[in-house]
């Protein structure tokens, strides 16, 4: 138990570590599209100004100055294309770096359900121990079974409670109740 203990504080941390890694990399991610999105919001309705210009003179051909102006436009958009192009590309490859935590959570996150595993099975260790004689064999027969329907959904989600479900823990009140019925 003693172990056990000691490894609480550091899986605190791990957790900590990995909420922090997971902020960071949503607020790269999400700074970038505030960069990138900008960018490219410019260019439509430019882009729609200019195809409606196109359309009008196909249906009835402009003038030689206004022609001479809507290729002067037309020329000026395109000559900003490869602009807004570049500044997008050289934001949209941060997103990438941003989810690499993803590995070294996955990693933090074994740690701590490993530590979470071993705590277990000691508290369950030290009430089998603890637990009036009588009571053991049926204890020990619930624990066995919780523990591999447990294991089963471990790593589906986090557990939710669907309507009917009776064997999931909702409060401290139900745990406080398991362990008075336990004899402590």
Not at 35 to 43: G, I, N, R, V
Not at 72 to 96: C, K, S
Not at 106 to 121: A, F, M, N, R
């Amino acid at each position: 138990m003693e172990a056990a203990a000691e490894m609480v504080p550091d899986a605190c941390d791990r957790l900590k570590y990995v909420a922090t890694m997971t902020e960071q990399a949503a607020e790269r991610a999400l700074n970038v599209i505030e960069l990138a999105k900008p960018l490219q919001e410019t260019m439509q309705p430019d882009v729609q100004a200019l195809d409606a210009r196109w359309e009008q003179w196909y249906g009835a051909p402009l003038e030689n100055a206004e022609v001479k102006t809507l290729l002067a436009d037309t020329r000026g958009f395109l000559l900003q294309v490869p602009v807004h192009m570049v500044a997008t590309n050289e934001q949209l490859p941060e997103i990438m770096p941003a989810q690499d935590f993803q590995d070294l959570i996955g990693q933090v996150i074994k740690k701590i359900t490993d530590v979470v595993h071993l705590i277990e099975q000691q508290l369950l260790g030290m009430l089998l121990e603890n637990i009036a004689p009588g009571r053991r064999e049926q204890f020990a027969a619930q624990a066995v079974l919780a523990a591999s329907s447990t294991s089963e959904t471990l790593l589906n989600s986090p557990q939710i409670n669907p309507e009917g479900r009776t064997d999931i823990v909702q409060d401290q009140t139900q745990v406080d109740d398991l362990l008075a019925s336990l004899g402590f």
